[in-house]
């Protein structure tokens, strides 16, 4: 905790920048209290005792994890180091369940139990569902295990809200929470998604305005608003629905990586290597990305790759496979074909899986 | 010693076992000892979710699902022979409620 100024105490949260250099965001004790009576008035109600299975050094696990319950005066148990463990619902108390992608793989075993659960509200944040998500909550539909999710970042805090269903028709929409403003992009042309926009439906950046925006450890105060890496088509006046990133970005164990990065350092070190990193879904970490490459035999392992981005992005995943194959794949105009690199690469039929070369 | 369980036998589990946490762990799998420990032979690349991770693979391989309640996951899955064994005692249950029903 930083003092900033008379009355004013920050604390320090960082994501990581364009090429792995961590950025600091300062954010308010009063930002902070502020976010975990929002989250506990909106999505959370009353319960007796909270489960952490987030790390109280990122945004979401802090506020969940400790100002919310320090706020309801409720005891917390922290897990966020052993994610097998499992959470003790046998006992009737209304418990909070704040889980990561991850979480859920484990929290499945818990179904055939649910007849004995308690009262359940488990919240999902820091990456996209996942299938084990989806099976537990088919399995314990009618019983008092309800699952909400948090669309937020490190530097606007929690932007939006919605419940999970185990069977949602489309793609279900986001509410903003309540002090929070869908904006225009200043960088995305005068009047593209503004409220002005007469169509009101079209594709734009999530660009939002709320209080609880962080400080930039370079700035004076707060930006006015700030766009994440989400594309969005708005619904109404205060819902939206989640399209996809704009960017390359993807985010593992809610650490950012930008896959552009990656094949930079990569090219940087190794101009002969031709690259690409492709994201790919994950039933543990929600995302994840994989890294192709094409070089001759023997000039550069999957060893040297690993150590590379290892040594390049401290502390971010290294990719959850590196594969040399014969050729990158790409269409007339350049760009990869990565259905027929995937193809090739997991050896399909007709694909050809003999340009591709597993490294020993 | 290769018992059978149902029409699988304990070698063509080890086999499966190894190729399924090859992708998550990589070819290193492949030239293991199976009383190996995991996490002492990978190091930080054999964490909580990478253990995981291998508990997805294994569970789309022999068509099981790992009960996190019932079994210690920490303890089955730190080598490959403990993998193997759990994997065998699951198609063994498979197979007995099969023939009960």
Not at chain 1, 202 to 229: G, H, K, N, Q, Y
Not at chain 1, 339 to 355: C, V
Request: proline content about 7%; charged content about 25%.
């Amino acid at each position: 905790m930083t003092p900033r100024g008379p009355g004013t105490r920050e604390e320090a949260f960082s994501t990581s920048g364009q090429s792995g250099e961590p950025i600091v965001w300062f954010r308010t004790e009063e930002q902070l209290r502020v976010e975990a009576d929002l989250l506990a008035r909106t999505l959370i109600g009353q319960v007796d005792r909270v489960v952490s299975y987030a790390p109280t050094t990122h945004l979401y696990g802090r506020l969940l994890g400790d100002v919310l319950p320090t706020s309801l005066r409720v005891p917390v148990q922290h897990v966020w180091d052993s994610p097998t463990t499992v959470p003790d619902l046998a006992s009737g108390d209304r418990v909070l369940l704040v889980c990561l992608p991850s979480t859920w793989l484990m929290l499945r075993s818990l179904a055939e139990r649910a007849a004995n659960l308690a009262t359940v509200t488990a919240v999902h944040s820091t990456g996209p569902t996942t299938p084990a998500m989806h099976q537990l909550l088919s399995r314990v539909e009618g019983s008092g295990f309800r699952a909400v999710e948090i669309l937020g970042s490190t530097e606007t805090g929690g932007v939006a809200h919605r419940t999970l269903l185990p069977r949602p028709q489309g793609r279900p929409l986001w509410t903003l929470f309540d002090d929070v403003d869908l904006v225009a992009d200043p960088e995305a042309g005068p009047d593209a998604g503004s409220p002005a926009d007469p169509t009101g439906a079209a594709e734009r950046p999530l660009c939002v305005r709320s209080p609880r925006i962080a400080r930039r450890a370079d700035m004076e105060r707060p930006p006015d608003r700030i766009t994440l890496d989400d594309l969005v088509r708005p619904v109404g006046e205060r819902r939206f629905e989640l399209l996809g990133r704009a960017t390359r970005m993807i985010k593992i164990n809610g650490r950012r990586v930008r896959l552009e990065d990656v094949e930079s350092a990569v090219r940087e070190r190794f101009p002969h290597v031709d690259l690409v990193c492709v994201p790919r879904q994950d039933e543990v970490r929600a995302e994840h990305y994989e890294l192709f490459y094409a070089a001759e035999a023997g000039t550069v392992t999957v060893q040297d790759i690993h150590a590379l981005v290892a040594a390049a992005f401290p502390g971010v995943p290294v990719p959850r496979r590196v594969q040399r194959v014969g050729t990158i794949p790409r269409s007339a105009t350049g760009k990869v074909r990565v259905d027929r690199l995937l193809a090739a690469a997991h050896g399909r039929s007709g694909s050809g899986a003999e340009a591709v070369g597993h490294v020993s | 010693m290769n018992q059978t369980t149902d029409t699988v036998t304990d070698t063509e589990i080890a086999d499966r076992v190894r190729s399924a946490l090859s992708k998550v762990l990589g070819e290193q799998v492949a030239a293991l000892d199976p009383e190996q420990n995991l996490a002492q032979t990978f190091g930080d690349r054999y964490d909580s979710l990478a253990a995981m991770e291998c508990v997805v693979q294994v569970e789309g391989e022999f068509g099981i699902e790992v009960d996190f309640v019932a079994h210690d996951v920490r303890h089955w899955f730190s080598s490959l022979a403990l993998i193997t064994a759990f994997v065998r005692d699951q198609l063994e249950d498979q197979a007995l409620l099969r023939g009960k029903g």
